[in-house]
Nanobody, 123 residues
Framework: QVQLVESGGGSVQAGGFLRLSCAASGYGVTNMCMGWFRQAPGKEREVVALGSGYGTTDYADSVKGRFTISKDSAKNILYLEMNSLNPDDTAMYYC?????????????????WGQGTQVTVSS
């Protein structure tokens, strides 16, 4: 089993920066696909960024150039650095994982989830 615990959410003004962390236990972060999803009220949960077990990354078009996903193998933590935040980024952010190297873009691909961390961006 993989356990995921997110932290780092908060409230910021537009243009600000936040770094989310996802501490993993039970498996190495570099050896599996891990992703960040977000869900705003009344909306579907959507992919934000993906980090495969091959070392590749992928991003939703809405965050490309602003967000960066990375893995720290020594600490076994997944990060999401978020720059130039805007109110549309307001959502609950979830860390996810699957015991595969390849990543998928559907929520059903992942079978391990964190509890979520709230990000609120004010204008």
């Amino acid at each position: 089993q993989v356990q995921l615990v997110e932290s780092g959410g908060g409230s910021v003004q537009a243009g600000g920066f936040l770094r989310l962390s996802c501490a993993a236990s039970g498996y190495g972060v570099t050896n599996m696909c891990m992703g960040w999803f977000r869900q705003a009220p009344g909306k579907e949960r959507e992919v934000v960024a993906l980090g495969s077990g091959y070392g590749t990354t992928d991003y939703a078009d809405s965050v490309k150039g602003r967000f960066t996903i990375s893995k720290d193998s020594a600490k076994n933590i997944l990060y999401l650095e978020m720059n130039s935040l805007n109110p549309d980024d307001t959502a609950m952010y979830y860390c996810s994982a699957v015991l595969r190297s390849a990543c998928g873009w559907s929520r059903g691909w992942y079978n391990f989830w964190g509890q979520g961390t709230q990000v609120t961006v004010s204008s």
